[in-house]
C-alpha cells in the first residue's frame, strides 16, 4: 500500500490523482490532502478519504504546508498551481520524501534551489508532465541516464499557423479551445503562447543535467508523441499514447510496475499519423523569451513566471489582448536585474515584484 500526500487535490491534476487511487483501493492511500480553497470539493474529499493531516491554503497555509512533510507518506504528489508550488516542493524535499512533480513553477521558478536541497537529501524527483514522463520512461526511469539529444513534442496550441494580425484579435474562449489537450485555463493559455514549452526546456535542463543545446523542441500536431530521446548511437525512442493525463499521473506511483487506466489506447486498425513539424519561433516569441531566460538562470525565470501568471489572468479577464501577454511580461523583464538564487524568501521577493510590474504595465495596456 502506498501512501500518498496529495498537494492541490482540487485542481486538474489532483482529481485525476484521486480518480487513480479509486481504480486501486488496495494499491493507494491517501494520508494528507491540501488545496487552496476549503470549499464543497475539498470538504467532500476530505470526508470521501479520510486523510491524517489535511489543510486548505486560504484558511490555514500552515496546515496545508504541513501536508507537504506527513511523516507517514511515502510520496508527496504535488500537483499545487502556481509559484505557490515551490515552497510546498521545498518542504517535501527537505522532509526527505520522494517528490512527483507535477507544478511546473518548482523547476522553473526555483531550479537550482529544488535540485541543490534534493540531491543534499538524496530525494528523488518523478517528473509527472507528459513530455517529461515520456523522457523518463525512455531513459529508463532514471533521470541521470546518458543521452545525446532530448527532443520535447509541442501540439503548437490553439493558434498554431494563425497571422500575426489575426492574434491580434483572438479570444479567451479560442485561446482555451485546445485542438487536443483538456487542461486547466492557465497552463491552455501558456499552450497557446508556448512559453509552457520553454517552461519544459527549462525543466528538462534541470530533471536531466540536460546542456540547453542538448534540448531541442519540435511540433507534433496530434500529441500522440509525447516526447522523444535520441542516444549516441543515433537511435531514437519516443513514448507515445492518447492525450491524456492519466498515464503519466498513474506512474508516478507505480513505476516500474505499471497497471490499469481508463485512458483510450492507440488504435493501429486505422491510419495513424505521426506528423513533425519545425518550430517557426518567430510565430512564438514568449517561447524564446522564455528560453533565454532558462539560459540566463538566476532569479531571472522567477519573474518570468511571475509575469506571465498576472499577464495570463488579465487576458482572460478580457483585460488585454493575447498578444498583450508578451507584451507585459518582456516589459518586466527588460527592468528585471538577474541575481542568483540564494533561498526561497528571496524568490517570494522576486515574484512580488515582478507581479507589481507587470500589474502596472497591464494597466497602462488596457487603457
Known sequence: MKKIALLGSTGSIGVQVLEAVRRHP??????????Y?????????????????????????AAALACAECEEADIVFNAVSGFAGLEYSLKAIRAGKTLALANKETLVSGGELVTRAAAAKGVEIIPVDSEHSAIWQCLGY?????FKKLIITASGGAFRGY??????KVTPSQALNHPTWKMGKKITVDSATLVNKGYEVIEAHELYNAPYSKIETVIQPTSIVHSLVEFADGAVMAQLGTPDMEVPIQLALTYPKRMSTSAKPLSFKQALSLEFLPLNKKDYPLYDLTVAC?????????ALNAADEVAVKAFL???????GIYAAVSQVLSTTVRDEIVSFK????????ARWKAHKIIYKLSK
Request: proline share 3%; charged share 30%.
Open 26 to 35: 488496495n494499491t493507494f492511500k491517501i494520508v494528507a490532502l491540501s488545496a
Open 37 to 61: 480553497n476549503d470549499g464543497k470539493e475539498f470538504k467532500r474529499q476530505v470526508k470521501e478519504f479520510s486523510p491524517l493531516v489535511h489543510g486548505a491554503a486560504s484558511v490555514d497555509k
Open 142 to 146: 532514471n533521470c541521470k541516464a546518458s
Open 163 to 168: 497571422t500575426a494580425e489575426q492574434l491580434e
Open 294 to 302: 532558462g539560459k540566463e538562470g538566476g532569479t531571472l525565470p522567477c
Open 317 to 323: 479577464d478580457g483585460k488585454i489582448k493575447f498578444t
Open 346 to 353: 528571496q524568490l517570494e521577493e522576486v515574484d512580488r515584484n
